[in-house]
């Protein structure tokens, strides 16, 4: 009977350590939105957020630390002189539209120059989502991509990083940075029940608007893909991230352990009787 009831805790302790947040996701950038297609390419970098609270900054700081890394840009070029580059990122948590400068901090790599908190943005197959918007975000109350953080322009190319945290506090009182506040807000395509729900979008530019610079020129990418105005989408790529790797915090992975070790004992035991 105490076999039983050792066992039975045990696995309740599991049950609740699985439950537990998590504080770190790693984001895949792999998803092509805005050709014809819809296509998945060869990823074109990362994305790596983590609770501030799990870095131990000793500053007392709440809130997100997210790094963007690129990679394999090249996939796009045509050949040409020119780079392709990241022009911005948009990510998606609720409520932020009242925040300023003073809910973010550049860390290391390249900082941003300027945080649009109330983007809510919309991006879709072959077009800017157009009227009625059918894509990822823009639907009517849909307040989807509400951040969009931008760098200088032809700055962030192949091979660098940005870091920035989001700090929860500020004038504004904000409360919503979190890992797993970030992950319950992915955003659904409103056009496309087919279509996976998405965490991050960014937004891969040749270096000049004109040609479209080192990007493929043949518009699959799409550079030549016009909205419903007919206007070019200055020669963009957009790119999302539909999958998210969740990291379990430091405590819950050792408590999984330290259960299973038990649990393990147990079994022994029983065995050896």
């Known amino acids: 009977m105490k076999n039983v009831i050792k066992t039975s805790v045990l696995a309740a302790l599991l049950a609740v350590s699985a439950q537990a947040s998590a504080k770190t996701a790693i984001f895949d950038l792999n998803f092509i939105a805005t050709n014809n297609y819809g296509t998945t390419s060869s990823s074109v970098g990362?994305?790596?957020m983590t609770d501030l609270a799990d870095l131990n900054l000793g500053d007392g700081a709440s809130g997100v630390r997210v790094t963007v890394r690129l990679n394999n840009l090249s996939q796009f070029a045509s050949g040409n002189t020119g780079a392709v580059w990241i022009s911005s990122y948009e990510m998606n948590f609720a409520g932020t539209d009242t925040l300023g400068n003073d809910n973010y901090r550049n860390v290391a790599g390249l900082g941003t120059n300027d945080i649009e908190w109330e983007e809510n943005g919309c991006v879709s197959y072959g077009t800017n989502c157009g009227t009625p918007q059918k894509g990822w975000g823009g639907a009517t109350g849909d307040a989807a991509w509400g951040q969009e953080?931008?760098?200088?322009?032809?700055?962030?190319?192949?091979?660098?990083?940005?870091?920035?945290?989001?700090?929860?506090?500020?004038?504004?009182?904000?409360?919503?940075?979190?890992?797993?506040q970030f992950l319950a807000n992915a955003v659904s395509n409103n056009g496309d029940t087919n279509a996976p729900d998405a965490y991050f979008w960014i937004r891969i530019r040749g270096n000049t608007a004109q040609n479209g610079g080192?990007?493929?020129?043949?518009?699959?990418?799409?550079?030549s893909i016009t909205n419903s105005s007919g206007n070019g989408l200055n020669y963009r790529l957009n790119v999302l991230?539909?999958?998210?790797?969740?990291?379990?915090?430091?405590?819950?992975?050792?408590m999984m352990m330290a259960g299973l070790g038990l649990i393990g004992g147990i079994v022994r035991r029983r065995k050896a009787v």
């Open 46 to 48: 990362s994305v790596t």
């Open 149 to 180: 953080i931008n760098f200088a322009t032809s700055t962030f190319t192949n091979g660098q990083f940005s870091t920035i945290d989001y700090l929860n506090g500020g004038v504004a009182g904000y409360t919503g940075f979190s890992v797993d």
């Open 214 to 223: 080192g990007m493929a020129s043949s518009g699959y990418w799409g550079n």
């Open 241 to 254: 991230a539909t999958t998210a790797t969740v990291v379990p915090e430091a405590e819950t992975f050792a």
